[in-house]
């Protein structure tokens, strides 16, 4: 009996060393990532958050949750993580109403994710299910069994950079109490600086994006002309409508908004197509939707340099403007005392037609571009 | 389902415990049921194609059998009161009977793969005919997609019916036993072309549970993960660049290419074998190796014996003996002899080598570059056995020791550019393109190879540097297998933590050098 049950045995040894492999080849490879950072802040014991920020880059830079809080007598935190799709976002909310009792989720909707030829594979889906929960991590397995790469589920191969340097960095990094505490520090660059956030982390996952105006990079905006007329794809609006059953059930108030980007991009991308076909979306939803892209430069003054780049990640000045602006609104927007017309322009060509003058107006100052 | 992802490693457990729990006489029907949903995985609508193929083998291989079997007892019933004259004629009667019989079902068999494959191509080259002749029509074309590895199924089933016509198998009377021989999933995409009398009976019996099986199966599948994802899939970005453009291009950048296209397709395919025999292994079923290193090849008859074997073996035992054997052959070998002498003898092995790799080349797609690689790799046998006497005469004359270690690394190493050159037609898109390509290739003045330029063709050097390191290992364990050493018996008989560490090693090596950016779908399921 022995004998025929020793093979087994062994088999089973050889996986839990495997489990390990792969747990030491994630710690000398992978670096530590700002979403475990996120999802671990939260998902803290000692934290509630009852407003929460979910979305892609645009949202991280964006909106600063002490403006929100300020205003609002709120506790929010920004839990937008760069490249998150809807789907990952609908994971994401799903752990973090079991650790938050969340009464706003407000939902910075960025329609390149929503849309048919955005690409998309079994490799660039996968990267919030390495920091989820066991519960959340076994539904995503069980919703993406179809697409998920055998080897992604074991490891976080797809963060992986096998660099002499990166090994160094990582090992230096995750050596540190920093690291198993789950600092902020652990996720900085070189720069000192949280990646891609361009700016010193203020907290609660929001950085102030210092802009140099050097960095207009066009030519990725140039590759989204066009996309603004797909159709959306399937998969986002399903998963879009999880997010809003998910809301529905625990008496959540889901806002969906569109954080502006530079005026200039909003006007060769022609995004009054994308605002129009949004806002019949969600209104056929029942979901509250605000789109910033026409707010009135008396409202909210900005210029394309006021950017980090042409693509529309904010400033940190212009985030906090704008997260105020937003603040108020949403508290208008609440009392009823909401007027459109003292926000946004009568349309998109109206904003087309005025915004640099009107820029100059508000500011004294002459509208710049890149 | 492609071979990487969650679902399919679920479908295999699934496969896998069912098959083993069930009573042995039921596993048959376990494993024709997973074949079918593993086929319908990639479209409803191709399923017909599995059917039609199944309901044409099984009446045409039924009706065989019943003509013989009634031939035979006719004769046994009349064998007193016929003379041998009238049994002669009977049988000759009985023989062209079946001959007719065969005929109309190896047309059945092969109509769904030509008509899908091939009607488009010839409309297109009709039209270019009319065209050419000033007339205005134009045949619209059709745009069939082809179901996926109908190539490779037709061929596993005419070779079947070929068999029970032959009598070298009895024939399957149970439809849905044929349907798994037809349909049995992990060689469906790509092969290999099995035979009824070594397949069959592995798939009906049901097999007994083996450990081993299990472990050498996954090793398996590990390694052919490895070829696929470490060199097919890191080779292939550039690969598509350079021979979509190759005005672009030029020089060393062609040549390397050309190069990363025969690790690509030699890693995409023999790791897809990998994968069909590791599967099939932890079955407990052995299906036909493919590959025996074939760029050790000193020939290019030898490189065919070694690359895709079950195709040649096919072309082999139901094409080339049949020919060469035929009336046929043997009156065109007599009238060549008349006329060009002794060595006018071979002509009807040239001949059959031209038939068989001009099906070859249609095998492997409907387009005149297919054509033309088939072609090149037939002229090359063809003139190979026609200059026998011109070759014989050479080593007379220069004392070259033919089983030399120079001479044997000469043959290998020319034979590799030969059939490196055959490569520019398979992958090129056009003829055309095939040979300004070729031209090209030594153009070395224009195009200075550079890291920028190949990182512009979509590759950079750290890509390269692993391609060359993993073929370097693949390389070396080729060494070894030629030498008769059984890598996975050896790898089993070292010390346990040796062993395992071989293991995790490989897998890391997968994990960590295993393309990110997209797994293709193996090349030869297009087939």
């Known amino acids: ?370 | 389902m492609s071979f990487t992802i969650l679902e399919f490693f679920l479908f295999l457990l699934l496969t896998l415990v069912v098959y083993y729990l069930l009573p042995k006489k039921f596993r048959w029907i376990w494993l024709l049921i997973v074949s079918l949903v593993y086929y319908v995985s990639f479209g409803v609508k191709k399923i017909v194609f599995v059917l039609w193929q199944t309901m044409v083998v099984y009446l045409a291989t039924r009706l065989i059998d019943k003509q013989a079997r009634q031939g035979k007892a006719y004769l046994a019933s009349h064998k007193a009161d016929m003379s041998s004259e009238e049994k002669k004629a009977y049988k000759a009667k009985l023989k062209k009977k079946k001959k007719i019989t065969i005929f109309f079902m190896l047309l059945a068999t092969f109509i769904s793969l030509c008509g899908i494959k091939y009607t488009d191509f010839a409309i297109l080259n009709v039209n270019i005919l009319i065209e050419k002749l000033g007339r205005s029509l134009i045949i619209p074309t059709f745009n069939f997609v082809a179901p996926i590895g109908i190539s490779f199924f037709t061929f596993q089933t005419a070779s079947y019916v070929i068999d029970v016509y032959w009598g070298k198998v009895e024939v399957e009377k149970n439809p849905f036993k044929l349907m798994l021989f037809v349909c049995f999933f992990p060689q469906i995409l790509e092969g290999p072309i099995g035979r009824f009398q070594t397949l069959g009976k592995q798939l009906f019996e049901g097999n007994d549970y083996n450990l081993k099986n299990i472990q050498f199966g996954l090793q398996r599948i590990l390694f052919g993960l490895a070829k696929k994802l470490i060199i097919a899939d890191r080779s292939a970005a550039y690969v598509n660049k350079v021979f979509a453009n190759p005005a672009a291009y030029g020089g060393w950048y062609d040549i390397l290419a050309v190069l990363l296209y025969c690790a690509e397709l030699y890693a995409d395919f023999s790791g897809g074998m990998d994968l069909v025999i590791g599967i099939a292994q932890m079955l407990g079923i052995t299906m036909d190796e493919n590959f025996r290193q074939p760029f050790f090849s000193k020939s290019i008859g030898e490189f065919w014996r070694r690359w895709h074997i079950t195709l040649g073996t096919w072309m082999k035992d139901y094409i080339f003996y049949p020919f060469s054997l035929s009336k046929v052959a043997a009156n065109i070998g007599k009238w060549s002899k008349k006329h060009f002498g002794e060595a006018g003898k071979k002509l009807p092995v040239c001949i059959a080598d031209l038939i068989i790799f001009f099906i070859v080349g249609v095998w492997h797609g409907a387009a005149w570059k297919y054509i033309a690689y088939g072609m090149y790799n037939g002229l090359i046998m063809a003139v190979s056995v026609l200059l026998e006497p011109v070759y014989k005469k050479f080593f007379e004359v220069t004392h070259i020791k033919k089983k030399s270690a120079p001479w044997q690394f000469w043959m290998i190493i020319r034979t590799f550019i030969l059939v490196n050159i055959g490569w520019y037609f398979d992958m090129s898109p056009t003829v055309r393109s095939a040979i300004f390509m070729m031209k090209d290739s030594f153009n070395f003045a224009s195009n200075k190879i550079s890291l920028l330029g190949i990182e512009k063709a979509g590759m950079s050097l750290k890509d390269l540097i692993i391609v060359a390191i993993a073929c370097l290992v693949l390389l070396i364990i080729s060494i070894f297998k030629e030498r008769g050493v059984l890598i996975r018996e050896k790898i089993a008989s070292f010390h346990l933590p040796i062993r395992w560490f071989i293991y995790y090693a490989l897998i890391a090596w997968v994990i960590l050098f295993g393309y990110t950016n997209g797994t293709s779908a193996f090349m030869y399921a297009n087939f």
């Open chain 1, 1 to 370: 009996m022995k004998e025929k049950i020793r093979p087994y045995i062994r088999c089973l040894i050889f996986l839990a060393i495997l489990a390990f492999v792969f747990a030491g080849l994630d710690f000398v490879f992978s670096p530590s990532g700002y979403v475990r950072y996120i999802m671990h802040e939260l998902n803290r014991k000692d934290t509630n958050y009852d407003t929460v920020i979910v979305g892609a880059s645009h949202a991280r830079s964006a909106i600063n949750p002490y403006k929100l809080d300020e205003k609002l007598g709120v506790n929010s935190i920004n839990a937008a993580i760069p490249g998150a799709a809807v789907d990952d976002n609908y994971y994401q909310i799903e752990e973090i109403i079991k650790h938050n009792d969340v009464k706003t989720i407000i939902y910075d909707v960025d329609y390149q994710y929503w849309v048919k030829d955005q690409p998309k594979d079994n490799f660039n889906r996968s990267f919030v299910y390495q920091q989820l929960g066991l519960k959340t991590k076994l539904e995503y397995l069980k919703n993406n069994y179809k697409y998920i790469d055998l080897r992604n589920i074991c490891t976080n191969r797809l963060a992986y950079k096998v660099k002499l340097k990166n090994i160094e960095r990582n090992l230096s990094v995750k050596t540190k109490s920093s690291y198993w505490n789950y600092d902020i520090e652990a996720t900085f660059g070189k720069n000192g600086y949280v990646t891609e956030a361009d700016g010193p982390y203020v907290g609660k996952g929001y950085s102030y994006r210092l802009v140099s105006g050097d960095k207009p990079g066009g030519r990725i905006v140039d590759q989204w002309v066009g996309r603004q007329n797909s159709d959306f794809d399937e998969l986002p609006i399903e998963y879009f409508d999880k997010i809003k059953a998910l809301c529905d059930k625990n008496n959540i108030r889901l806002v969906c908004v569109i954080s502006p980007i530079t005026p200039s991009s909003v006007k060769y991308l022609g995004l009054e197509t994308t605002h129009k076909k949004f806002k019949d979306f969600f209104s056929a939803r029942g979901v509250e939707f605000y789109d910033f892209n026409d707010v009135k430069m008396s409202v909210l003054p900005r210029c394309d340099t006021d950017y980090g780049d042409l693509e529309g990640h904010m400033g940190g000045r212009v985030a906090d403007q704008y997260s105020e602006l937003l603040a108020s609104f949403l508290k208008d927007c609440s009392d009823g005392s909401y007027d459109k017309s003292d926000y946004f322009y009568s349309s998109f060509q109206d904003m087309y037609d005025n915004y640099k003058k009107d820029y100059t107006e508000a500011t004294g100052l002459e509208w710049k571009g890149y």
